[in-house]
């Protein structure tokens, strides 16, 4: 048994491996803490086959739901299958109400090195934060003087090009350019660097308090437009992750960002992909230049 301690989103996290041919995926790296762990219960990743009685009662017609909550008795239940197509189930767990601990399982597979974690974990933690006062957000984020900002977008809306805009500049920390948690812990509100980042040097394990929302767009001049309120919880339910089958927890969700919108200022940010969009954004926060186009952060 392998036993690893994770820190995502400011929690620590234990999770055991059963060693041979069982791997964390090389994403985790800048957030394990401990490689040796401490034996304490989280999740157990067990070697033998996913259980008969995790099966779902499936569609008789496809597609086959791709993941599936149930919460059954003092456990919940997830299942995950690899393509929506298929009626196996790919990975499956069996956890407590919190998430705290439990049980995963992998389908038998030729492959060499066993991943029991991917895509499975991102479905975990959306439920894990969530019962935490916590959000997976579709985002790039940095910091800058102590201050925190997210900049939410869709697919191809520019996260990957602001977070390129942001690394150069050594006074700007990147925490992320594609999935960052937003959080409420002990009366702030913070956003963390996740391991669901797609490129190895935009995985960081750091946080900031939350200081401004920006909702990027590629457009052919700068400018920031202040958002309502209601244009603000609009736009995050759209960037959020929420795999939440029960009504309770999407009306959590809800209640978490009309919190976080209650004190935070949001704008829909156009920006030209150049440096000068970093001047621009920098004199609309008030933060004066260090050391401009200094070279990439070390």
């Given amino acids: ?15 055991r491996l059963p060693g041979r041919g069982f791997r964390l995926e090389e994403n985790y790296l800048p957030f394990l803490v401990d490689r040796d762990g401490d034996g304490t219960p989280g999740w157990l990743v067990r070697r033998e086959e996913i259980p008969g009685d995790l099966e779902s009662p499936a ?5 086959f739901p791709r ?17 929506a197509d298929s009626p196996r189930l790919w990975k499956a767990a069996r956890l407590v ?15 060499e090195n066993i991943f029991p974690l991917r895509e499975l974990d ?8 969530l019962s935490r006062r916590g959000l997976i957000i579709h985002g790039a984020a940095g910091e800058l003087g102590g201050k925190g ?9 520019g996260k990957s090009t602001w977070a390129e805009l942001m690394k150069v500049i050594p006074d700007w920390t990147v925490l992320g350019e594609d999935k960052i948690i937003l959080r409420i812990t002990d009366g702030q509100i913070r956003i963390f660097g996740t391991p669901w980042n797609p490129r190895r040097g935009f995985r960081r394990n750091a946080s900031a308090p939350l200081k401004g929302i920006f909702f990027l767009e590629h457009s052919p001049g700068n400018y920031l437009r202040r958002l309502r309120k209601a244009e603000v919880i609009a736009g995050l339910l759209r960037q959020a992750f929420l795999p939440f089958p029960a009504a309770a927890d999407l009306d959590g969700a809800v209640a978490l960002l009309e919190d976080v919108v209650r ?8 920006f030209r992909p150049d440096n000068g969009a970093l001047d621009y954004f920098r004199g609309a926060i008030g933060e004066k230049a260090k050391n401009e186009r200094g070279g990439r952060r070390r």
């Fill in 122 to 129: 991102q479905l975990l933690f959306a439920h894990f934060l």
């Fill in 263 to 270: 004190r935070i200022p949001a704008f829909n940010f156009g």
């Fill in 59 to 63: 569609p008789v017609i496809p597609p």
């Fill in 149 to 157: 900002y997210i900049f939410p977008a869709p697919a191809g809306g």
């Fill in 97 to 111: 109400p919190d998430l705290s601990r439990g049980v995963i399982w992998n389908a038998r597979t030729d492959e």
């Fill in 1 to 15: 048994m392998e036993n690893f301690l994770v820190e995502i989103g400011g929690f620590a996290f234990p999770i």
């Fill in 67 to 83: 993941w599936e909550v149930e919460r059954r008795g003092e456990e919940k239940i997830f299942r995950v299958r690899k393509q």
